[in-house]
């Protein structure tokens, strides 16, 4: 079946301009995750969703990310006045509940994103 | 505060000789050790869980252990299709995210 799909999978912006990074998840995959990873760096916690739950936010960076799920499908991260040190790859991953921490969570290809 | 190490950084081998690489984690209350590999320009493919020390899980040439500290992904006679980066991660302990370390990559040539 379909996995995780990201869009764009190359986004290359100017400092100081906002962008949206788009997530499909897995069909009937209910917990959906952002991570960020920069160069030398391991994957790094932004975001977290579950079903209708208020999402666990306390990864994300600066109050210039912010997130959110429509319909419990689709995700859109967006970053505000974009900075060069928010150049990274940005990965998104669904699991089928979420409920447990042992969920397995399945990866996308990732966006990566370019701040000059 | 909950970490997840790998060692060595980077290893490369000869096609054929066997090695481990090892993940170290601070974590309470473990919830469950995930192995990953990524290969370049990709997101991370899932290869295991494991849960509780002792146990072991395989996938052809890869097999996985785990004890209270580490875990260790054994590659048995690797090929060269099995370069990658290697991730380890354990679950945070809110269940909401899980914690990985930066990785290994392994290089193996014939």
């Known amino acids: 079946g379909a996995g995780v799909s990201q869009s764009p999978s190359n986004k290359v912006t100017e400092k100081g301009k906002d962008v949206e990074l788009r997530c499909d998840p897995i069909s009937g995959h209910t917990a959906l995750y952002w991570y960020r990873q920069s160069l030398g760096q391991g994957l790094e916690f932004l975001i977290y969703?579950?079903?209708?739950?208020?999402?666990?936010k306390s990864g994300l960076p600066s109050d210039r990310f912010s997130a959110e799920r429509t319909g419990g499908s689709v995700s859109t991260l967006t970053i505000q006045r974009t900075q060069q040190e928010d150049s990274a790859v940005y990965l998104c991953?669904?699991?089928?509940?979420?409920?447990?921490?042992?969920?397995?969570?399945?990866f996308g290809p990732g966006t990566r994103l370019t701040v000059l | 505060e909950d970490q997840v190490t790998q060692s060595p950084e980077a290893l490369r081998l000869q096609e054929g000789e066997s090695s481990s690489l090892n993940c170290s984690y601070t974590?309470?209350?473990?919830?469950?050790l995930f192995w990953y590999r990524q290969d370049p320009g990709k997101g991370p493919e899932f290869l295991f869980t494991l849960y509780l020390a002792g146990e072991e899980k395989e996938k052809e040439r890869l097999k996985a252990t785990l004890t209270k500290k580490e875990s260790f992904l054994h590659i048995t006679a690797p090929k060269p299709e099995d370069s990658a980066t290697y991730l380890c991660a354990s679950a945070n302990q809110a269940g909401t995210a899980l914690i990985f370390g930066k990785g290994t990559t392994l290089s193996v040539s014939s």
């Open positions: 991953a669904s699991s089928p509940m979420g409920t447990s921490s042992t969920d397995t969570q399945y």
């Open positions: 974590v309470s209350g473990l919830r469950g």
């Open positions: 969703f579950q079903g209708n739950s208020a999402p666990d």
